[in-house]
């Protein structure tokens, strides 16, 4: 599967946040959007707001590529229940992102390299799949001979005091837990950006 390799810091400028979790902070020295001196912008028209509202989301969900964005949406419009609140479950229940809130990978970026590189377990099995979702009760384990690994043990340091409460986390064992699916307004509170969730459906939904 495609991993993203583009420019991080020029994104994380464009919208003003260390969106990506990054140790350098690419605000300290360059705070300004990228371009002539963040030249200002025209005012954007409705689907242009819509369309930047999407780009953040993926951009939270580590530049989640638009197939995948437009699948999970697809799913989550097709099952009864509120599709903005199932939409936001289904990419927050994504395997590199719950690799990611438990701390595994200091960046969501270096959760999807360990998945695809088949550190992660899932109930004892190892899962390659980043867009694997977790269900309640899985129980995700580092493999044995990745504890040792500087990154990830520097990574659970960090991260251990900021585990959402819908996930455990056993760090002497690198074990976690997805003890519950997560509620909208709980997802919401972690996300690097303010965004318009329902803009997005109604985008997609438009789209598709």
């Given at each position: ?22 140790a350098r902070n ?129 990574s659970m340091e ?51």
């Open positions: 599967m495609a991993r993203y390799r583009g420019p991080k810091n020029r994104i994380a400028r464009r919208y003003g946040s260390n969106i990506f979790g990054r690419p605000l300290l020295h360059k705070p300004n959007p990228p371009g002539i001196h963040g030249a200002r912008r025209r005012k954007k028209s409705d689907y242009g707001l819509q369309l930047l509202e999407k780009q953040k989301l993926k951009a939270c969900f580590g530049m989640l590529a638009e197939k995948q964005l437009v699948s999970a949406f697809k799913k989550s419009a097709k099952q009864k229940g509120n599709t903005a609140q199932l939409f936001m479950e289904k990419l927050e229940c994504r395997l590199d992102t719950v690799v990611y809130r438990l701390g595994f990978g200091r960046t969501i970026f270096a959760a999807q390299q360990l998945v695809s590189h088949g550190h992660i377990l899932v109930d004892g099995k190892r899962v390659d799949r980043r867009s694997f979702q977790v269900q309640p009760g899985m129980r995700l384990s580092v493999q044995e001979k990745s504890r040792k690994n500087k990154a990830i043990i520097e960090l991260h251990a005091s900021k585990v959402p409460d819908y996930l455990e986390l056993d760090k002497d064992a690198f074990t976690g837990t997805l003890t519950m699916i997560p509620e909208m307004h709980q997802i919401e509170a972690i996300l690097p950006l303010p965004i318009n969730i329902p803009v997005v459906c109604e985008f997609l939904a438009h789209k598709t």
